[in-house]
């Protein structure tokens, strides 16, 4: 307590400013007149500190965008100061989520280094992801290049290239289970064993293979399984039974043709059996191959006698 | 007597390649020189203009060379074919290398093209005794400059915050105008 009353007037303000803030007040103008300046710097003082103590609290509640200070608060100015630093840091932080990572922070002691550190560390993790990312699918690619050129090799008659037995009757099954309109083509060819027996397997192999080159031309959506060492079974969809016949009948008068070029050795020719399916087919792939295999020997029983022995 | 050989443009039409080889013509002295200087020269120019126009028309012609200097800095030094957060890196590097500031973005929306930066120690106001007034207006026009010639885009650029305010940090809005 002071026995001066303009001291006294003061004093409680300050306390008040620090304790009650809310509270204090202080008119200059009723100061005595040597003191009102004083009390006018003092009342922008205690102002200047209670708007720095509004941006301390809005900051530590993580509000960064607000602007409580009246224009030239020095006092508040290294709040302020802070209050950039944190927008700044929040937009830097904003960049790093959005994988913006070549910004970086200047000049905020260790925490520039700190979050440069952080920023390049983050890249070269997101750098060392995208090359094992890379690396894994190049990986994909080839295993899936090797199951493929496997499922091919699998698919494969090793000699002639064409689809082999297993590969054909899957087909088969798959058309019947999905009851498809088709056409099989059983095809035997012709004195195969004197071939191999007179000229040599090499020979064979040979005949073998023009037989598969002319099969192959019946059409590209056919497949042309080799079903047993002279025997090939064709599979076909969406030909009517007349126009398989006729194609190939085609194809084995192409095959005879070559009987007739000068130093021929042996009589080239092809038996063949043909069934077509539908969709009310109700009998096995065993059945049907069965019934295409009658109708091939029907076939080359009727067409012995053009054969000729040389 | 004509000479042929001297009749360039003049100094008084700004070009980049007219400010010349600084390294080899002050081969003593070097490139660099105290931000005294620099301020000296600004602030008599500025004294200068408004005692002849006025302040408010020495403030839109200093805005006016900055962004003058804006567009030819853009043009002579960054890379105009990076994506933006690429550029904002560049040109944060390029400033502080060049000792004119330290760009700090606050803020930046990508719709509308609009945003909020701060330019810490910058050449112009850091440290001037307060005077209750936004001061940087060669860098408003500066910042506009650049933010136009990568963008296309017309900026209007208005510090909201100036040291001399006794801000400790200067903040520039910049807005996209239609």
Redesign the interface.
């Known amino acids: 307590m002071t026995s001066n009353p303009t001291a006294q007037r003061l004093f409680d303000y300050l306390r008040d400013a620090i304790y009650h803030p809310t509270k204090a007040s202080l008119d200059p103008d009723e100061l005595p007149e040597d003191f009102r300046d004083f009390g006018r710097g003092l009342v922008y003082y205690v102002q200047s500190i209670r708007e720095a103590t509004i941006l301390a609290e809005d900051i530590a509640r993580g509000d960064l965008n607000t602007s409580p200070l009246s224009p030239g608060n020095e006092v508040a100015s290294g709040l302020k100061s802070l209050q950039a630093s944190l927008r700044h840091l929040t937009w830097q932080t904003q960049q790093v989520a959005k994988g913006d990572y070549q910004q970086r922070v200047s000049f905020m002691g260790d925490f520039s280094e700190a979050m440069n550190d952080m920023i390049a560390e983050l890249d070269a993790q997101r750098r060392e992801l995208l090359n094992e990312v890379q690396t894994a699918h190049e990986e994909s690619e080839a295993l899936q290049s090797d199951v493929s050129r496997l499922t091919d090799i699998s698919n494969q008659d090793p000699a002639t290239g064409v689809y082999n037995r297993r590969f054909g009757m899957d087909v088969l099954e798959k058309w019947l289970a999905a009851r498809r309109e088709f056409v099989i083509c059983f095809v035997d060819l012709d004195n195969l064993k004197y071939v191999n027996d007179e000229f040599g397997h090499a020979e064979g192999d040979a005949y073998i293979s023009l037989a598969v080159e002319l099969l192959l031309s019946f059409s590209r959506q056919t497949y042309v399984c080799r079903i047993g060492g002279d025997e090939f079974m064709l599979l076909t969809a969406d030909w009517p039974e007349d126009s398989a016949l006729e194609r190939m009948a085609e194809l084995r008068s192409q095959m005879i043709a070559l009987n007739e070029q000068p130093g021929n050795l042996y009589h080239h020719s092809m038996s063949f059996g043909i069934i077509a399916i539908d969709a009310s087919n109700t009998r096995t792939p065993g059945e049907l191959l069965t019934i295409a295999d009658e109708r091939m020997y029907s076939f080359k029983r009727a067409h012995k006698a053009e054969r000729k022995v040389y | 007597m004509e000479n042929v050989f001297t009749a360039s443009p003049t100094h008084n039409k700004f070009a980049w390649d007219n400010l010349g080889d600084i390294k080899e013509g002050r081969g003593n002295l070097g490139e660099e020189m105290p931000v005294l200087v620099y301020r000296l020269m600004q602030f008599t120019m500025l004294d200068i203009l408004t005692q002849n126009y006025g302040p408010e028309k020495a403030n839109d012609l200093f805005r006016d060379a900055g962004f003058l200097a804006g567009v030819e800095f853009t043009k002579a030094t960054l890379d105009l074919t990076v994506d933006l ?2 550029f ?2 560049d040109l ?2 390029a400033l ?1 290398d060049l000792k004119i500031g ?1 760009l ?5 929306d990508s719709e509308t093209g609009n945003l ?1 930066l ?1 330019v ?2 910058d050449l112009d106001c850091s440290g001037l005794p ?1 005077t ?1 007034e936004t001061v940087c207006n060669y860098d408003e026009g500066f910042i506009a400059g650049i933010l136009e010639t990568f963008t296309g885009k017309r900026y209007d650029v208005r510090e909201i ?1 100036c040291w001399a ?5 200067c ?1 520039f809005r910049g807005t996209v105008q239609n």
């Not at chain 2, 700090?104 to 930046?108: K, P, T, Y």
């Not at chain 2, 305010?165 to 940090?169: A, E, K, L, Q």
Request: glycine residues 8%; without cysteine; hydrophobic residues 30%.
């Open positions: 957060d690429t904002i890196a944060q590097k502080e330290i700090r973005m606050e803020a930046f909020v701060t810490g120690q307060m209750n915050d305010n006794g801000d400790r940090t903040r």
